[in-house]
């Protein structure tokens, strides 16, 4: 069988595309970021949203221009008294609003909406990194779950062996051996758990980044308590900048504007228009007419005798709905920012502790397991000693996956996005 040249290329990146879907899929933290923002769906919509508003502004400033209109035509018609005749048209037309401010009120009003599609856009960005950022931390917790558990498991599968062979030489009893063994298939059960969270923690990075591919994949970073600092400073520079509170303040001014719409509802229209024409009986007619107009209309009544002032109070209701709104709103992430940070420090402080417990308790049971072997301490002693270096070591893994969590919510309030 013969393979066209046309047909290589394709098959050669297919062939290749199964191979790299074999492969195990390594990311760092700004290697994740980049394929989030080329792949995420929720920010390229965001992105989208915000550029629709550019060109919807950009649009509306046309209505400052003239309107100009070309016209041809053609009729034929005749009657009882009349012979049929044909006639002919051509005609250029333009017009221009010199005084209309419900058109200026509009054209504010889709710059407004452009800014507040921007401000909508940096807090998409902002939540699809909250997103990606846990997603890629739990991921580097899973990975290193997974780790602590098999070393759990081998430490206990050890004990088991080495209690059973006491047993049997009369130096342990029964039960003992007994129970060492079950805790050592217990910590099997937990190394089988911790890597389905693990497969768990795969798609949800996989997902958050949107990529709708089934692979395995492994994050690379830092697991160590982060270090984050938040001052007043840039709590109250957040007030200004937040994209939430940007994006209320840009609704707040929307609804400002509203109201003076509604005002220029009474306001009358200026508007000056030319046209020049040519008619005749034949396609290209030499009969010319111009016109030349200015008018000025002022509506009264025109939606009805109450129209205009309960249109402007509903629109006044708005407004100070709008107001308090942004007060909430900036009392809210204030609160919440000042609140969040209390937080993460408990969580920063409970991790650098915990540090240090751990080390303690790995060195005792080291010294323990050194005393049993010489006959210095029971069983249960050396038991205690050794559960409580296994829950140290799974609690740690806990508590600095709080202070990262404390961390990502942080920065999702103060608006840092998947750009950052």
């Known amino acids: 069988?013969?393979?066209?040249?046309?047909?290589?290329?394709?098959?050669?990146?297919?062939?290749?595309?199964?191979?790299?879907?074999?492969?195990?899929?390594?990311?760092?933290?700004?290697?994740?970021?980049?394929?989030?923002?080329?792949?995420?769906?929720?920010?390229?919509?965001?992105?989208?949203?915000?550029?629709?508003?550019?060109?919807?502004?950009?649009?509306?400033?046309?209505?400052?221009?003239?309107?100009?209109?070309?016209?041809?035509?053609?009729?034929?018609?005749?009657?009882?008294?009349?012979?049929?005749?044909?006639?002919?048209?051509?005609?250029?037309?333009?017009?221009?609003?010199?005084?209309?401010?419900?058109?200026?009120?509009?054209?504010?009003?889709?710059?407004?909406?452009?800014?507040?599609?921007?401000?909508?856009?940096?807090?998409?960005s902002a939540s699809a990194r909250q997103a990606l950022a846990a997603s890629f931390a739990e991921l580097l917790f899973a990975q290193k779950r997974v780790e602590v558990q098999k070393k759990i498991l081998n430490i206990r599968v050890e004990n088991a062996k080495l209690i059973r062979l006491k047993y049997e030489g009369g130096m342990e009893s029964r039960g003992n051996a007994l129970y060492t063994e079950a805790l050592a298939e217990n910590s099997g059960v937990s190394v089988k758990k911790a890597e389905r969270q693990l497969a768990a923690a795969q798609r949800t990075l996989l997902e958050s980044i949107g990529l709708e591919e089934n692979m395995p994949v492994k994050a690379s970073g830092d697991i160590s308590v982060p270090v984050f600092t938040l001052d007043e400073t840039r709590v109250i520079r957040a007030l200004e900048r937040s994209p939430l509170i940007v994006s209320a303040g840009k609704t707040l001014e929307s609804a400002q504007e509203r109201v003076n719409s509604a005002r220029y509802y009474a306001y009358p229209i200026l508007r000056a228009s030319q046209g020049y024409s040519w008619s005749g009986g034949r396609e290209f007619p030499q009969d010319k007419s111009w016109s030349l107009g200015l008018s000025l209309s002022v509506p009264i009544f025109s939606g009805g005798p109450t129209y205009y002032f309960n249109n402007l109070s509903a629109y006044k209701k708005a407004l100070t709905a709008a107001e308090e709104n942004f007060k909430a709103g900036r009392i809210s992430l204030a609160a919440s920012l000042r609140s969040g940070y209390d937080d993460y420090l408990s969580a920063a402080e409970t991790a650098f502790a915990g540090v240090s417990l751990l080390k303690a308790n790995e060195e005792r049971f080291k010294e323990a397991w050194i005393k049993y072997m010489a006959g210095k301490i029971s069983f249960i002693d050396l038991e205690t000693v050794e559960q409580n270096f296994v829950d140290s070591d799974l609690n740690q893994l806990d508590y600095a996956r709080a202070a990262h969590s404390r961390k990502l919510a942080l920065e999702l309030l103060l608006g840092v996005g998947v750009e950052e």
Request: aromatic content about 6%; cysteine-free.
């Open 1 to 124: 069988m013969i393979i066209s040249k046309k047909l290589l290329l394709p098959l050669g990146l297919l062939l290749a595309g199964r191979a790299v879907a074999q492969q195990q899929l390594t990311l760092n933290w700004d290697e994740a970021r980049r394929l989030a923002i080329e792949h995420n769906p929720s920010v390229k919509a965001a992105h989208a949203s915000m550029e629709q508003a550019g060109y919807n502004y950009l649009a509306g400033l046309n209505s400052y221009m003239p309107q100009v209109s070309l016209s041809h035509g053609f009729s034929r018609g005749g009657g009882d008294d009349s012979s049929p005749a044909s006639r002919w048209s051509a005609s250029i037309s333009a017009s221009e609003d010199l005084l209309n401010l419900k058109t200026v009120s509009s054209v504010k009003s889709s710059r407004i909406a452009k800014e507040k599609a921007e401000a909508d856009y940096l807090s998409a």
